[in-house]
């Protein structure tokens, strides 16, 4: 079985939007990404750091989900990193209320001795020296690199993160943030910018509008399903990169056109995320309510058309 690599945050949540609240649950960004990635056939194993304070139901959730977990830090008498966020009413917008990074702060990441020759390396949205010091624990190179970030990182670490961007294959970031990151409008001008950084492929989100893939000058556009309920968008995005990285993990093959299915694949999985609070939808999906999904994907972008 081909080996998948996530990088990023196992954390606490606790979420406002106009459906409700939450105290604290499970979130971070590793913990989508695995979620997600467990729907395809291969091995992975997360690397991250949460403190004693960390339930061990949490832990035995991602193992029941065929996710190595030894990369996974316990710090004693540490706290687990925890955010607070309000969404407004069009659930595009958020305040973030609290970030307490805990043993965030302090971690330096250890890749598992098995997975130092993974096939795919995902690093999800964290500091980009936690990022580039992953990479630089691998003994093999990965086929392919792909790097989540956000426009945080843009604001205080700019150097770094360019850094690391020349290091990878595949760049996933929203549109607010392509067009921070290359100063161009147009998101067609600001995906040819970013390219001249290093990424082959820059993947766009656009939330409930879909997703956006370029490759030189090939372009690739997925819609989001449209859904009847929409109650929490946390974790989406990051949901999205676990079905996209485990999808090219499982299959071997990075091409454009397979990166294509690698989106559609990333976009179905995130439609079942946002249904509910948190990973709540994600823990309890099933592999048929997955497929019939993808059908739904297909026949909404499929068309026969005489030119």
Not at 236 to 258: L, R, V, W
Request: a negative charge; charged letters at 20%; aromatic letters at 10%.
């Amino acid at each position: 079985m081909n080996k998948l690599l996530i990088v990023g945050t196992v954390a606490f949540d606790a979420i406002e939007t106009p459906f409700g609240k939450t105290d604290k649950i499970l979130g971070g960004a590793a913990t989508y990404i695995g979620l997600s990635a467990s729907f395809f056939n291969l091995q992975s194993a997360i690397v991250s750091v949460v403190g004693d304070d960390f339930p061990q139901e949490h832990l035995d959730l991602l193992t029941s989900k065929n996710i190595d977990i030894s990369g996974v830090e316990i710090v004693k008498g540490g706290k687990t990193f925890f955010w607070s966020g309000l969404y407004h009413n069009d659930l595009n917008s958020r305040d973030t209320l609290v970030t307490e990074l805990n043993v965030l702060a302090d971690f330096q990441p250890k890749v598992p001795q098995n997975f130092k020759d993974a096939d795919v390396v995902m690093l999800g949205n964290l500091h980009p020296l936690v990022q580039s010091s992953v990479l630089d624990q691998m003994e093999a190179m990965p086929k392919l690199v792909v790097l989540d970030t956000m426009n945080f990182w843009m604001d205080c670490a700019l150097p770094e993160l360019l850094e690391v961007i020349k290091r990878v294959d595949v760049i996933t970031i929203n549109d607010e943030e392509a067009r921070q990151l290359s100063g161009e409008y147009s998101l067609v001008k600001a995906a040819a910018k970013i390219h001249t950084l290093g990424p082959k492929y820059v993947v766009i989100k656009k939330g409930e509008h879909g997703a956006l893939l370029f490759h030189n000058k090939e372009v690739f556009f997925a819609p989001a399903l449209p859904l009847e309920e929409v109650f929490d968008p946390t974790g989406a995005g990051d949901t999205f990169a676990g079905g996209f990285s485990g999808f090219i993990a499982q299959s071997e093959n990075i091409s454009f056109e397979n990166m294509k299915n690698g989106i559609i694949y990333g976009s179905n999985l995130a439609s079942f995320c946002v249904e509910k609070f948190g990973t709540e939808r994600m823990e309890t999906l099933t592999q048929n309510e997955v497929n019939q999904r993808l059908k739904a994907f297909k026949a909404l972008t499929q068309f026969d058309i005489e030119l």
